[in-house]
């Protein structure tokens, strides 16, 4: 064997044992963190801005029943992707609380399926003040109507895609700050209003469903469409307010 | 067709509950129980109303 090769099999094998270091004290860390992929109560867990799109590596699925605070105030940007990279499962379908989950995470872009069919019927703050967001990819109500969601949107302002299944029955829903969604995410929440309450109102902006709607490109008259009255016609016990 | 009511420029439609610039009317609603207000005056409002829910 050469000294060249001396050398690059030395480094291999350096390579190799730093390598196997990382990954000890990965392991070492999310085994604990996560309690061997039982942990269940994910409150606070990945709150604050020591947690971002780096560090945010999770080696189990969490499937978890308490999601409050869960992601407040974190530098995640893409969560969709962070947990598709890790392959794992972020699972609320159980969670009986998801108050404030991703409140004030400012940087947060994209959010995966949220699951609130078994929370409390208040879902507070959830995507409050989340004001880089702009997709999620789906959140799950319950199809009594009982979930109350009128504010869980507060200044999301980049708000593009939100697709809404189960029933709006409760409060009212105000997103009048999301100019930007997108006219399957404005179809998604009319057709997910109760067909039998009364007395409701649903805020939307103005100038979203006048671009979504719009007759043709620049016309910016959505809301005079008649697409959008087809869309509204059947929801006539809710007031629909554009702001 | 649902019947709407469209503030002027500058002016927010209201019945104390509902705010909005063009607003689709559920059954039972009257354009008749609505006024307008000042965006200057709907801000004040949404404002305090904010406050508000902080407290809670």
């Not at chain 1, 942990?39 to 080696?59: M, Q």
């Not at chain 2, 965006?39 to 004040?44: A, F």
Request: glycine share 6%; aromatic share 8%; with cysteine.
């Amino acid at each position: 064997m050469t000294i060249a090769d001396k050398i690059t099999r030395a480094k291999a094998d350096y390579d190799a044992v730093y390598e196997a270091g990382k990954k000890a004290q990965y392991d070492a860390f999310w085994d604990n963190f996560q309690s061997y992929g039982n942990r269940k109560d994910y409150k606070l867990a990945f709150s604050r801005e020591g947690w971002n799109d780096e560090t945010f590596k999770p080696k189990y699925n969490m499937r978890v029943t308490s999601a409050t605070q869960m992601f407040e105030m974190s530098r995640i940007v893409n969560l969709t992707k962070a947990l598709k990279d890790n392959g794992v499962v972020l699972d609320t379908s159980k969670s009986t609380n998801v108050s404030n989950m991703f409140y004030y995470s400012q940087h947060i872009k994209q959010i995966p399926v949220i699951d609130v069919t078994n929370c409390s019927s208040n879902v507070i703050g959830l995507f409050g003040t989340c004001r880089a967001l702009e997709t999620v990819e789906k959140l799950i109500l319950k199809n009594d109507g009982s979930t109350v969601i009128d504010r869980c949107f507060v200044n999301a302002n980049s708000l593009r895609n939100i697709i809404i299944e189960g029933v709006i029955g409760q409060n009212g829903f105000d997103v009048q700050q999301s100019t930007k969604l997108s006219k399957a995410s404005l179809t998604s929440i009319i057709n997910a209003l109760s067909a039998t309450t009364s007395g409701l109102t649903v805020t939307l902006s103005k100038t979203a469903v006048n671009k979504a709607f719009e007759t043709s490109a620049g016309a910016g008259d959505g809301s005079t469409s008649a697409e959008w009255q087809i869309l509204i016609a059947p929801k006539s016990n809710w007031t629909i307010s554009l702001i | 067709m649902r019947t709407s009511i469209k503030a002027h420029d500058g002016m927010i439609l209201t019945n104390g509950e509902i705010y909005g610039t063009e607003i689709f009317l559920a059954d039972g609603l009257k354009a008749e129980d609505f006024h307008e207000i000042t965006k200057v005056e709907y801000e004040r409002i949404m404002e305090e109303q904010e406050k508000a829910n902080e407290n809670i």
